[in-house]
């Protein structure tokens, strides 16, 4: 019987992926290179867990960031994009299903 090959992801690695994607602009991207889709499975795990982590510290810079799996170039990746979170606004649904933005 052969062992199943475990791929871990660094705890501290993804830490530091994510602290760099909030440090970029927003609408700037950060492409996490996969050699498998098991291995890119675990990665987004990994960054999905931190971000749960983060979100509990700091909600605010935990939705700065969206993240998703892609296969692109023949390759695995792992997408972080920095976005600007929209705390100052909020959109109500009227009863006509409508929507206004209310500036907050």
Request: hydrophobic residues 40%; charged residues 30%.
């Amino acid at each position: 019987m052969s062992a199943s090959k475990v791929i871990e992801v660094d705890r501290e690695k993804v830490i530091s992926i994510l602290n760099i994607t909030l440090s970029k602009e927003n609408g700037s991207e950060i492409y996490i290179p996969c050699s498998s889709k098991k291995e890119q499975r675990d990665m987004h795990t990994c960054v999905v867990r931190e971000l749960k982590v983060l979100s509990e510290i700091d909600p605010a810079d935990a939705a700065a960031i969206t993240h998703r799996a892609i296969f692109k170039d023949c390759r695995f990746w792992v997408v972080l994009t920095k976005v600007e979170p929209s705390l100052n606004s909020i959109y109500i649904k009227g009863r006509d299903g409508s929507l206004s933005k209310q500036t907050i």
